[in-house]
């Protein structure tokens, strides 16, 4: 028995491991574009939220937007593991 559990151990870091190559890979290439369309977006834009207007680059912008969605997603998939590791 001691045979297989080493198996299945080994088996399950490598599948990780290439989950993590593949997340990393992903990212980075999210990372490149964001840069570039950051990059070629420097425009002044205003931009109204409720009773505050603001203006700066479209770049701002962008960074916060995406910066606030990681965020977000980031958070929700926690709340929802969280809730599973509950059960």
Not at 16 to 28: D, F, K, P, R
Not at 35 to 57: K, M, R
Request: hydrophobic content about 55%.
């Amino acid at each position: 028995m001691a045979k297989t559990d080493s198996t299945t151990s080994a088996t399950t870091r490598q599948r990780s491991s290439v989950g993590l190559v593949a997340t990393t890979a992903i990212v980075v290439i999210v990372a490149i574009a964001l840069i570039i369309l950051i990059g070629q977006n420097t425009d002044q834009v205003d931009i109204g939220f409720l009773a505050w207007e603001f203006a700066f680059p479209l770049s701002i912008g962008l960074v916060v937007a995406a910066v606030g969605g990681a965020v977000f997603a980031f958070a929700l998939s926690g709340l929802i593991a969280l809730r599973r590791r509950k059960r």
